[in-house]
């Protein structure tokens, strides 16, 4: 069966791709984005099964309202992608007030408010499946990328107590992991801090670690579809081996330091540590 979408920031990288390649194998798509012309010649392309409507996920009503059209619209909401969001680079020294609930307005609340409103309807059908795009960066953390880290951390903690609580409704939850790709993120989309001399060391180390060459969003088509037509479909999903391997590594640390410090850990209980 075809599926109807709603996909935030549809208008380049993950989001765009993922539109046209939903519409490319026959679903229908609620594509958003904060420049509606940007999707013309989408709608021109694909005509009735695109519906885009113009929509800054910070302002909760408005998004409220786009899932609401969405659904008068194509009459049913089978697949919700939180894609809206930018990173903002800056060492947490150097991060304003105003920097950081920026971040999370978009990253964090433009989600939250988006997958409130989908619930009911979602509810109602007894299916549906909310995707948030997280990041590796949701599992572990890097210099420069604190407030960034701290959205997307905070969306996966929210996404995993989301999906305990709906899946009795038939709704279905995936956080989606990506590395580095050909999305922009890095570029003309992301926020930069006004920097300290004290961090140009990190700075030029980040710089250099941009260099390694990244796949281009399409790539990651056959995965997000696999993802959305399983049966069972998984709470987390890591995307590009590059991302496999940054959390596995994260992990094996968080592992090995609380295997060091288990005694200490288990002395809470009362145990007095070893020498």
């Not at 697949?79 to 304003?96: K, R, S």
């Not at 433009?110 to 995707?131: D, F, V």
């Not at 996966?156 to 993120?185: K, N």
């Amino acid at each position: 069966m075809s599926k109807v979408w709603f996909i935030t920031g549809a208008s380049r990288g993950f989001g765009r791709a993922w539109t046209i390649a939903a519409l490319q194998r026959g679903d229908r798509v609620a594509a958003t984005a904060r420049d509606v012309s940007t999707l013309d010649d989408v709608v021109a392309e694909y005509g009735d099964a695109v519906l885009a409507l113009e929509l800054d996920v910070t302002d909760r009503a408005a998004g409220i309202a786009a899932v609401q059209r969405a659904h008068e619209y194509f009459e049913r909401l089978d697949v919700v992608v939180n894609n809206a969001g930018y990173g903002h680079f800056g060492c947490i020294e150097e991060l304003t007030e105003a920097d950081i609930r920026a971040q999370l307005d978009t990253n964090l609340f433009g989600a939250l408010w988006i997958t409130q409103a989908a619930i009911p309807i979602m509810r109602t059908q007894g299916s549906g499946h909310i995707i948030q795009i997280s990041s590796v960066g949701g599992v572990a953390a890097f210099p420069m990328l604190g407030a960034y880290h701290a959205s997307k951390w905070a969306l996966e903690g929210m996404s995993e107590a989301l999906a305990q609580e709906v899946a009795e409704f038939g709704i279905a939850v995936t956080i989606i992991e990506p590395a580095g790709f050909a999305t922009d993120w890095g570029g003309s989309s992301a926020i930069r801090s006004d920097s300290l001399p004290h961090y140009q060391a990190a700075r030029d180390a980040r710089a250099a670690g941009a260099a390694r060459a990244t796949p281009p969003a399409e790539a990651t088509t056959a995965a997000l579809f696999a993802v959305v037509d399983a049966e069972h479909p998984p709470l987390r999903l890591l995307l590009s081996t590059h991302a496999l391997t940054l959390a596995t590594k994260a992990y094996g640390d968080r592992l090995a330091v609380w295997e060091a410090w288990a005694d200490v850990t288990r002395s809470a209980d009362g145990v007095e540590p070893t020498a």
